[in-house]
């Protein structure tokens, strides 16, 4: 009988049993179920003849036919097809059966219906080993999509991967020809999105997407014929989910024949879907992990670390291309005003804003960074002085333009320094430096403008370096001074103006604007400010609890500390600290500080007066306010600039400013304090026309605070105090 029974067939396995010329002599009932080939249809055939399709492999055939020839036995995982067209994948054995003495040799010949494992645990194999030797994205996805389609020929597969918006992007298509790419444009009619719609769909969806039949699926009908020209027949998207239940990817199959369910693809599928999960989430860790270590968190912008990479590539191309370069420093005017105002909320806001700013005004071969805090940088490649100064002021007027922000229209402002490769450095940190000098002097010149730098201004900036070691220094130590000039109301004494002295160890005097102006630069002002307040209302309480009668102390403060909305709170604390009420300080400053666009700055002068303290405004007519608005400042006093007092003698318009401001002062109500006031012809024209307090060296010159004890007694107003 061609057809056996017995122990062979409880296996389930199929048997054929092969002559010495390998024809098929016997089957077992197992054969014919899983194979479709009776004892009958198998007799005297090769097994070749019945079980090879188009895509069996050859060599794993060649290996069993030897192996079978010489006696030897041999196990191979191998594609084979059943009578009715089949694809199965067995386990292919092959064995010498021994039997007695003479009888004509045997071969058995087992095959085993492995449901595809052997096939998907190889391509499990090369893909995790891959992964394990590091192999990049692109690599491993190749190596998938050729694997699979070694597993399934009348397959083509693609790989695409998609961001956090969504948008799909190739990473792999190793057999599918170039014109057939879904994500490339086919047509000026919007083809490409015809073609990626079923990928678009499982994206959106989380669902395999299958289309059956290209040739008559009505939405492929504009891109059919190039299509079925390949002999793609079917196409199916299956979606890649990550653990987290967000979609990264699309894994396509586009079939050589109408696509039917079968047991070869979906098993096939379900196991690339797995590695290619894997691919693509330890990828966008890779991602995430380089996104954190070389950009910022906040802004999105290149880190230092970034930058410092960039700058020296970019710097190694300038050089070897003899191409200019600008490295452009970046400085918001006043932020922490606006975080400590409106919340650091909106400061995280406002450096966003302005970071897509500098990102929309950068080319693509240029490189935006934020450093930290509120500090930027631009690198422009292949730029010029002239394109520099041009992107510049464009970035400038891109970055004035208003924020809102939970309701809040904020306006920010920036001040900018330039350095020029090679003029001003061929390294990143040089180049870094000359820019955060320049911009240091766009800042102190005001403020929303930009700088080129200099050598003259990077010897100042060392110089101003030591000057503010020194000034830390001081400050530390006590090696800074008040010292103290009477204002007198008559013969009475109206006050004392607290004027801050520095002598340097090598330097000598500092003159106080220069070290006001060193303050500012160096972002001492603040540490200072609080220096004096504290000194001024510890010397006040030391002279009230010796009964020495000076009735107020008046203190200068900057136009920045006003911009401080913790002010008010300083001050009360200095006058509180020392047991002293608010009429022993007087604070004075400028009309530029109260005349500033920033309504912040007016606020805290307010809250200053609404304290008690009495406010007054220096250097009156030489500022910027209006007449009109000066009634609506919180002041109780003003400051006749020493410029008009000078010139009393010698200009009659100086006379006539000095009595017009006179007299609009007593229509307001305020105490004016003429300063500068050195001779007797300059005390008698101020009396004569109103100006009841005077100061100046005609009076007394500053004096430490024992000299003015000493002058007090001298002159008889130890007791005399102006009411």
């Known amino acids: ?53 188009p895509d069996t492999d050859a060599s794993a055939l060649d290996a069993l036919r030897t192996a079978a020839a010489s006696g030897q036995e041999l196990q191979t995982p191998v594609r084979v097809y059943a009578g009715d067209g089949r694809a199965l994948w067995v386990t292919a054995t092959v064995s010498a059966l021994h ?48 694997e699979v389609e070694k597993s399934a020929p009348d397959v083509i597969a693609v790989l695409l991967q998609a961001d956090a918006d969504g948008h799909l992007r190739l990473i792999a298509a190793p057999s599918l020809p170039p014109e057939l790419d ?16 079923d ?10 997407v299958l289309t059956t039949d290209i040739a008559s699926d009505p939405r492929w009908a504009p891109v059919r014929e190039r299509f079925m020209a390949h002999g793609l027949q079917a196409c199916s998207a299956h979606p890649i989910i990550a653990h987290d239940g967000t979609v990264i990817g699309v894994l396509v199959f586009y079939y050589r024949d109408r696509h039917r369910q079968d047991a070869l693809h979906e098993p096939l599928a379900h196991a690339s879907l797995h590695l290619c999960a894997l691919l693509l989430e330890r990828e966008r860790e890779r991602a995430h992990i380089h996104q954190l270590a070389y950009y910022d968190a906040l802004t999105g912008l290149a880190n230092r670390g970034m930058l410092n990479a960039q700058a020296a590539r970019m710097l190694h191309e300038a050089q070897r291309n003899a191409a200019p370069l600008a490295l452009v420093f970046i400085d918001l005017d006043h932020f922490k005003q606006t975080n400590d105002t409106q919340g650091h909320l909106a400061g995280d806001a406002l450096l966003r804003a302005v970071a897509q700013r500098l990102q929309d005004g950068a080319r693509a071969s240029d490189v935006a960074a934020r450093l930290g805090g509120d500090e930027f940088v631009l690198l422009l490649t292949h730029c010029d002085t002239r394109q520099a100064a041009v992107t510049v002021e464009r970035l400038l007027a891109a970055i004035a333009q208003p924020v809102p922000v939970n309701g809040v229209t904020l306006c920010p402002r920036a001040s900018v320094g330039i350095a020029m490769f090679p003029e001003d450095g061929d390294n990143p940190d040089t180049l ?16 929303q403008r930009w700088c080129f730098h200099s050598t003259t201004m990077d010897d100042r900036a060392r110089k101003l370096s030591l000057l503010e070691a020194d000034l830390c220094q001081a400050l530390r130590t006590g090696a800074l001074a008040l010292h103290y000039q009477p204002q007198l109301r008559g013969a009475a004494l109206h006050g004392v103006e607290a004027l801050l002295r520095w002598t340097h160890p090598l330097l000598g005097p500092i003159a106080p604007e220069h070290l006001a102006r060193t303050a500012g630069e160096c972002g001492l002002s603040a540490a200072l400010t609080q220096w004096v307040l504290r ?54 400053t400028t009309e530029e500080a109260l005349s500033t666009p920033d309504a912040h700055a007016l606020a805290t002068a307010r809250a200053v007066r609404e304290r008690g303290i009495a406010l007054a405004l220096d250097n009156f007519g030489t ?46 109500d305020l105490d004016v304090v003429a300063e500068g006031v050195e001779t007797a012809a300059q005390q008698q024209f101020l009396r004569a026309h109103g100006c009841k307090v005077l100061q100046g060296y005609l009076l007394s010159p500053p004096l430490p605070a024992e000299a003015l004890e000493s002058w007090l007694a001298q002159h008889g107003r130890r007791a005399r105090i102006s009411k």
């Open 1 to 53: 009988m061609p057809v056996f029974s017995g122990h062979p067939d409880v296996s389930g396995n199929a048997i054929a049993i092969m002559d010495g010329e390998l024809r098929i002599a016997r089957v077992n009932t197992g054969f014919a179920r899983l194979l479709g080939h009776d004892g009958v249809q198998a007799l005297g055939r090769r097994p070749s003849e019945l079980l090879c399709g």
């Open 99 to 146: 039997g007695a003495m003479g009888a004509p040799r045997r071969v058995a010949l087992v095959l085993r219906d492995t449901a595809r494992a052997p096939v998907h645990e190889a391509l499990r194999h090369k893909v995790l080993d891959a992964m394990a030797h590091g192999v990049p994205l692109r690599d491993a996805a190749l190596l998938l999509c050729r």
């Open 182 to 197: 879904c994500l490339a444009p086919m047509a000026n009619n919007g083809q490409a999105q015809i073609a990626l719609c």
């Open 199 to 208: 990928c678009h769909a499982a994206a959106a969806a989380g669902e395999p």
């Open 432 to 447: 870094l430096h000359c820019a955060d000098v320049a911009m240091y002097r766009a800042k102190t010149a005001g403020g």
């Open 535 to 588: 000194e001024a209302c510890r010397q006040m309480a030391d002279w009230h609890a010796r009964a020495v009668a000076v009735p107020r102390v008046a203190v200068n403060l900057q136009a920045s500390d006003f911009l401080d909305p913790d002010l008010p709170e300083t001050i009360t604390h200095a006058l509180a600290a020392h047991g002293l009420p608010p009429s022993a300080l007087v604070v004075e």
């Open 623 to 668: 500022g910027y306010s209006s007449l009109g608005t000066l009634h609506l400042l919180p002041i109780s006093e003003l400051k006749l600039d020493r410029s008009f007092v000078r010139d009393i003698e010698t200009s009659a318009t100086a006379r006539a400013l000095t009595g017009a401001m006179l007299h609009i002062a007593r229509g307001l």
